[in-house]
């Protein structure tokens, strides 16, 4: 399948298989320009289900999880947001969750409020405040994205230098272990300028889905011939599913600010839905409400014998998560006044959270370094065992990340590796 797109450079880079539309950032802060902001902690139940070895979940949430969201800019909605039009959804999302007798949670989000309140009284542009927050971006610059974070402060060390516009398009080692990465540096129209090749001691990839296709590649054309044969394998959509309900009591025409207020969960933690606010057409009058579960079965990126990598992933390896999802969606419309289902049209799913691929401590050791091939890592989603515990990945990805950077750091220090 081809997506009729024009090529350019920019925000949104769209990955097209036969049974899926991968979506992920594309510029400098990744997938966080376009992404909701959503920093949610899985339940304990569910971490240790997709993680039973370890990271040590105790650990995470006394130390990794509360310096990640510190680090991404978390913070709870603040409840002066919600008297204001936009956020009239959200009132009644979190009314229904309240009435539903559900474990609820207040989302943490990577927003700055003080900026959203600037729309709302007309100081910056309309970005959030409109639910254009998602894949256009947030022009207002409410949502706070890794640029101006994590790569912001390491600039600032002066020791670290950005380069955008290139295109990583091939991993291998010489002889003496040393690392050779070849690039594509774009023009703004995404045409070739040159091709560049960085050559060091120690690599790390944060490719997210990118990830697992450069060191498959790499892996089957010689270039990095003693990687894990479980490279590619455990790949999945984070067990999302969208239902969109349609209730009378939200006027036609009005647009819904973001990002999400509320997240209900089921009893063990292994399932949760959110009410994902979107621009217009898509608001209004409705709710898409974005569920997530654990998934029975994964997906896995193939080399193929004319020497392509595809996807090999259906949505149906989730079926047992979608009805859990919308089990409980159904749960939370009860309580939305005159609340109907809306039946969304057959087409390949829009997979937004693709994680897994290098899992950690299979593709891995422990702390991400990749098996027999020392100073290499994987430090990004495609770590994630095919799901982050019924949330929306980021903070997860973040946390675990912090772990295994506790654990490697040294490593770049000690010329011995």
Not at 108 to 134: N, T
Not at 261 to 289: E, I, K, Q, W, Y
Not at 389 to 394: H, I
């Amino acid at each position: 399948m081809e997506a009729v797109l024009p090529r350019s450079t920019g925000l949104l880079d769209v990955i097209t298989e036969d049974h899926a539309v991968v979506v992920c950032g594309a510029g400098v802060g990744g997938s966080t320009l376009v992404y909701g902001g959503v920093l949610a902690q899985p339940r304990p139940e569910a971490f240790h289900r997709i993680f039973p070895a370890g990271p040590d979940f105790e650990l995470l949430d006394r130390v990794h999880y509360p310096r990640a969201r510190r680090r991404l800019g978390g913070a709870l909605l603040p409840a002066d947001l919600l008297d204001h039009k936009p956020y009239r959804a959200h009132r009644l999302w979190d009314q229904a969750v309240h009435a539903s007798g559900l474990p609820a949670e207040t989302i943490c989000s990577s927003f700055d409020f003080d900026a959203v309140r600037d729309e709302l009284r007309g100081d910056r542009p309309a970005a959030a405040v409109i639910g254009q927050y998602h894949f256009t971006g947030c022009n207002s610059g409410a949502k706070i994205s890794v640029d101006r974070t994590y790569l912001a402060r390491a600039e600032a060390t002066g020791r670290t230098s950005l380069r955008p516009l290139h295109k990583v398009t091939g991993l291998s080692a010489d002889r003496s272990g040393r690392y050779r990465v070849l690039t594509e540096h774009l023009g703004e129209d995404g045409k070739v300028r040159e091709r560049v090749a960085f050559s060091c001691d120690r690599l790390v990839l944060a490719a997210g889905v990118h990830t697992p296709q450069l060191l498959l590649a790499a892996r089957e054309t010689g270039g990095l011939t003693r990687l894990h044969p479980s490279v590619g394998d455990g790949w999945s959509a984070n067990g999302d599913h969208i239902t969109v309900l349609r209730t009378a009591r939200l006027p036609v025409g009005t647009p819904q600010g973001g990002p999400s207020s509320s997240m209900v969960h089921n009893a063990a933690g292994t399932v949760g839905v959110m009410h994902s606010p979107v621009p217009l057409p898509l608001g209004g009058r409705d709710f898409m409400c974005l569920g997530m579960g654990i998934p029975e079965r994964h997906g896995k990126w193939l080399w193929t014998s004319d020497g392509r990598i595809r996807l090999e992933w259906d949505a149906h390896y989730d079926a047992g998560t979608q009805r859990q999802v919308e089990e409980l969606t159904q749960k939370v419309a009860r309580h939305l006044p005159d609340a109907t289902e809306i039946a969304l049209p057959e087409f390949p799913p829009l997979v937004a959270h693709p994680v897994g691929g290098t899992w950690l401590g299979r593709a891995t050791d422990p702390y991400g370094r990749l098996h027999d091939h020392p100073g290499l890592y994987c430090l990004d989603s495609a770590l994630m065992p095919g799901s982050t515990g019924a949330v929306n990945p980021a903070l997860t990805i973040a946390a675990v990340v912090e772990y295994c950077l506790d654990h490697i750091t040294s490593d770049f220090v000690d010329d011995t590796l």
